[in-house]
């Protein structure tokens, strides 16, 4: 199976920063790289599908890079409603594995 | 619009079987392929399983191979989780999510609110 890590766990920032979260995966994955964004009591939602394609809807300044094995995920200008974990997901293989999560909260 | 709402969470004891259900309308369920994920409390996202459209190619996490079977009715637009043998590790919120395949890539773009699975003794 395909690990996932993350880093950092988590991490403080302040509305109007740029926030990047790093993302590894235990073999290459090409570009079956998904990011996901999930706040306290609610159900995920996709943010970048295929490493830096924007699913509709999500603003701009959410974006992703990255291939093979490490991947990054860049939020700039920080707003209120970014305070969420963020979680990376490779669908190259089954188990479609997740990373652990980045809690990005307020300082 | 797109809804998936999953039903069938309880509280059951160890080895004990459980079936969940997920809803789904507002799109043509039968040409998805559909996943269920789980979330144990204040923990991460854990993938479970994941059928193709038809229902002919299922796929599982270790963890619940041999335990779960994921099916589907394409006729009542439900699809199903049935959980047997369960284990106090598989105590969980489980949401169903479809997956759509864009330029080449699949991901999961919607969700349920999701179904809380107890299992304690």
């Known amino acids: 199976d395909i690990q996932m890590t993350q880093s950092p766990s988590s991490l403080s920032a302040s509305e109007g920063d740029r926030v990047t979260v790093t993302c590894r995966a235990s073999?290459?994955?090409?570009?079956?790289l998904n990011w996901y964004q999930q706040k306290p009591g609610k159900a995920p939602k996709v943010l970048i599908y295929?490493?830096?394609s924007l699913q509709s809807g999500v603003p701009s300044r959410f974006s992703g890079s990255g291939s093979g094995t490490d991947f990054t995920l860049t939020i700039n200008n920080l707003q209120p409603e970014d305070f969420a974990t963020y979680y990376c997901?490779?669908?190259?293989?089954?188990?479609?594995?997740f990373g652990p999560g980045t809690k990005v909260d307020i300082k | 619009e797109v809804q998936l709402v999953e039903s069938g969470g309880d509280l059951v004891q160890p080895g004990e079987s459980l079936r969940l259900s997920c809803a789904a309308s507002?799109?043509?369920?039968?040409?998805?392929?559909m996943h269920w994920v789980r979330q144990a409390p204040g923990k991460g996202l854990v993938w479970v399983s994941r059928?193709?459209?038809?229902?002919?190619?299922?796929s599982y996490a270790d963890s619940v191979e041999g335990r779960f079977t994921i099916s589907r009715d394409n006729a009542k637009n439900t699809l199903y989780l049935q959980m047997n043998s369960l284990k106090v590790e598989d105590t969980a919120v489980y949401y169903c999510?479809?997956?759509?395949?864009?330029?080449?890539?699949?991901?999961?773009?919607?969700w349920g609110q999701g179904t809380l699975v107890t299992v304690s003794s």
């Open positions: 999510a479809r997956a759509t395949y864009t330029s080449g890539w699949y991901m999961s773009d919607y």
């Open positions: 507002g799109f043509t369920f039968s040409r998805y392929w």
């Open positions: 059928i193709n459209h038809d229902g002919s190619s299922p």
């Open positions: 073999q290459t994955i090409s570009t079956y």
């Open positions: 295929g490493v830096s």
């Open positions: 997901q490779q669908t190259y293989s089954t188990p479609f594995t």
